[in-house]
T-cell receptor, first 111, second 110 residues
Framework: QQPVQSPQAVILREGEDAVINCSSS?????VHWYRQKHGEAPVFLMI?????EQKGHDKISASFNEKKQQSSLYLTASQLSYSGTYFC????????????FGTGTRLQVFP | EADIYQTPRYLVIGTGKKITLECSQT?????MYWYQQDPGMELHLIHY???????EKGDLSSESTVSRIRTEHFPLTLESARPSHTSQYLC?????????FGSGTRLTVV
């Protein structure tokens, strides 16, 4: 079953923060995050494995709570280049590599 | 860095025609995937392969078929294209921890 993301859309001014949530009805082994700009292919941002770790690079980080079957992506001090659609992708067990993508969150950053 | 190539980038074709979308990679990765994405919508897995002569259907039912005769190539075929097949088709490989996607084929069936 497809993970549900919230919110569906976010509008920000440069420098503002945002949180994107990804929720699954199934148990999760790992969560991926991708960003897709208009007319381009999705680009891998990061992966979080079972263990509740938080990862990040630059001003984008994420957390994973496997008990709640949820992951959140945190964008701080947003830049114009952050604009795009963000997708989470979930993997239910360690025995599979099939990535099921979430419903997507459209993020627009304005000057 | 892994390279993955998809051709054609855009394709407009008439109903009933047979089409093959090409996907190739240069690094010898075993795991390859096909996703279908309508404009502004989420990605749906339609086929995947874990190696030569290994292909499986994904979670979204598709009338397309795939083959994996060589590690480098994972073509997708539609025997008889219909307007309902109009969509973007994205090929991906598993590279390390994440997926790397090709630039996609935007298919329009008229």
């Amino acid at each position: 079953q497809q993970p549900v993301q919230s919110p569906q859309a976010v509008i920000l001014r440069e420098g503002e923060d945002a949180v994107i949530n990804c929720s699954s009805s199934k148990a999760l082994y790992s969560v991926h995050w991708y960003r897709q700009k208009h007319g381009e292919a999705p680009v891998f941002l990061m992966i979080l494995l079972k263990g509740g770790e938080q990862k990040g690079h630059d001003k984008i980080s994420a957390s994973f709570n496997e008990k709640k079957q949820q992951s959140s992506l945190y964008l701080t001090a947003s830049q114009l280049s952050y604009s795009g659609t963000y997708f989470c992708g979930t993997v239910p067990t360690a025995n599979t590599d099939k990535l099921i993508f979430g419903t997507g969150t459209r993020l627009q950053v304005f000057p | 860095e892994a390279d993955i190539y998809q051709t054609p980038r855009y394709l407009v074709i008439g109903t009933g025609k047979k089409i093959t979308l090409e996907c190739s990679q240069t690094m010898g990765h075993d795991k390859m995937y096909w996703y279908q994405q309508d404009p502004g919508m989420e990605l749906h897995l339609i086929h995947y392969s874990y190696g030569v002569n290994s292909t499986e259907k994904g979670d979204l039912s598709s009338e397309s078929t795939v083959s994996r005769i060589r590690t480098e190539h994972f073509p997708l075929t539609l025997e008889s294209a219909r307007p309902s097949h109009t969509s973007q088709y994205l090929c991906a490989i598993r590279t390390g921890l994440g997926y790397t996607f090709g630039s996609g084929t935007r298919l329009t069936v008229v």
